[in-house]
């Protein structure tokens, strides 16, 4: 897992976008929905689509995780 450190600027600008801006819940939910239909669609497009699929890969999985963090989906209680 990568240590990079945000610049003040660029935490102070997220922390306004998502405190300000977004509802966490809905901004999970359509995280979860695009997610959802880019994978659908790059199924049925092609089985055998030459695409990076690594980076197909690390996108959903870290717009999964932002999804996670703004509203735990799977919450165990």
Known sequence: MSTNTLSKETELRLADFFNNSVDAKFMAKTI????????????????????????????????????????????VE
Do not use: H
Request: include cysteine.
């Open 32 to 75: 979860r929905q695009v997610n959802y239909m880019l994978v659908l669609s790059l199924m049925r497009e092609c089985e055998t689509l030459e695409i990076d699929k690594r980076s197909l890969e690390n996108g959903f999985y870290w717009l999964n995780e932002l999804a996670e963090i703004l509203n735990p989906y799977l919450n």
